[in-house]
């Protein structure tokens, strides 16, 4: 489920509320897996199975975006040869992942 922050969790229909009252009827094996902002509504209701977070910020999460950023641009590179000096490469690295903020959809 993509975006859960986006949806109406005041709403007692809504998707949230459907999660924290069915979730717990589903098979062990079937997993459910939700991106969403750090809303403390969604965390509290979903608190109790114990879900795994990736934060956006996280270490690996920022040098796997990096390397993906840092290839992309070697595939430029190499298809409109530009001669690109390193430090200007790092520059250009260092401004897409600050504008990205850890989101990978930005860099993609």
Same mark, same amino acid.
């Given at each position: 489920?993509?975006? *859960?922050?986006?949806? =109406?969790?005041? =709403?007692?229909?809504?998707?949230?509320? !459907?999660?924290? @009252?069915?979730? +717990?009827?589903?098979?062990?094996?079937?997993?459910?897996?939700?991106?969403? +902002?750090?809303?403390?509504?969604?965390? /509290?209701? *979903?608190?109790?199975?114990?879900? $795994? !977070? &990736? =934060?956006? =910020?996280? +270490?690996? %999460?920022?040098?796997? &975006?990096? *390397?993906? $950023?840092?290839?992309?641009?070697? #595939?430029? #590179?190499?298809?409109?040869? !530009? %001669?690109?000096?390193?430090? +200007? /490469?790092? @520059?250009?690295?260092?401004?897409?992942?600050?504008?990205?903020?850890?989101?990978?959809?930005?860099?993609?």
């Amino acid at each position: 489920i993509d975006a *859960l922050d986006e949806t =109406d969790f005041k =709403d007692p229909k809504g998707i949230v509320n !459907c999660l924290k @009252q069915k979730v +717990r009827d589903l098979p062990s094996w079937v997993g459910v897996a939700v991106s969403s +902002r750090p809303e403390h509504e969604i965390k /509290t209701a *979903l608190a109790r199975y114990k879900p $795994v !977070c &990736i =934060d956006c =910020d996280e +270490r690996n %999460n920022l040098g796997d &975006i990096r *390397l993906f $950023v840092k290839h992309k641009l070697e #595939q430029l #590179q190499k298809m409109r040869p !530009c %001669n690109m000096s390193k430090e +200007r /490469t790092k @520059q250009a690295v260092d401004s897409i992942m600050a504008k990205a903020k850890g989101m990978f959809l930005f860099v993609k």
